[in-house]
């Protein structure tokens, strides 16, 4: 309880279903990371009672860093966290037994704005760029994103950490800082204040495995029906962000849970809620381009580069046996037997969704 005790005041205990319809369900907890579009699914799922739906009772706890979530998943405070690949799997190499269990994105959804007079990311060199975490996801896109202009991270760019992403935004919008990493909605404010957006990493197409749930593995061992339920709660969520019956019912979630006006932030909402639908995939499933990719940034935290090649294969195959359960063709039309409109052939095929 020692790491869930002193990150309690940061963390945000999302909740507000009604005490009688829960007291019957099992309960977990899934840490996610501070409040951003990208991190809305959980939220929306919850509201839309889709835990409920397949029987379980989730508290939804929000920490300034994915980094700070594996800690409090470690103590036992929480049963699922959200995580970035490299975190989960540097986790491992010092002993942690991680299963990454769910790929929700698997490509990097930031974008990094500067001040206004900095237009290029070759303007960059020599500023300070603020991340949330050491080692956490936003620490790793902007490592691969200033390289990708020949431009050397703790070198060329100074790389400070400032928590989440409101704190990053504000940093930034009180001149702390030359540049910020954020994701939507912040990008879309930011440049309406007149800040730039100097790199646009989730038009980039760069596979990355940005956001996996992970859990340990002897909770998955004692608790694989608790295990089961959230998964497939979390695929019927995925659902509704693709359904226009549910995308008023969804939008107006996101402004809940982001804290926007519904009508005078109703062009961003409905920006934000497209945006970051196209990041969301019908089944997450470990995608193995984002895997593969990796490697090569696993390769640039430590002098560990060697046991990361080694052991990379088997912390990845960890999640073979939940694929077979959950993402299966049978069991994924059980879940969620919408059609899709506007998916393709393949993914109907996946889901096996009938045109009636």
Known sequence: MAVFTIICVAAIILSSTPASAQKNLPTVRIGIEAPAGTNAHYYVTKQLGLFQKHGINIELISFPG???GLQALFAGDIQFATSDGVAGLSANLRGANLYFIAGMINTFPFSILSRSEIRTPQELRGKKIVISRYGSSSDTAVRAAVEKYDLKPDKDVIILQGGGQSERFAALRAGAVDAAIVSPPLNLTGKRLGFNEV???????VPYSHQ????????LDRNPDAVLRTLRALIEGLAAWKDPAKKSAVMSNIAKYLRLDPAKS???IEELTGTTAIHFRPSPMQRRRAWSSLRRFSERTGPKRRI???????TIDLSRNWKTRVFSPRSLARINPLRYTGQSARCRRILELRSE
């Open 199 to 205: 790199i646009d990493l989730s038009q980039s197409g």
């Open 212 to 219: 996996q749930i992970v859990a340990i593995k002897d909770y």
């Open 66 to 68: 994915g980094t700070v």
């Open 266 to 268: 109703k062009d961003q």
């Open 308 to 314: 990361f090649g080694r052991r990379i294969g088997s």
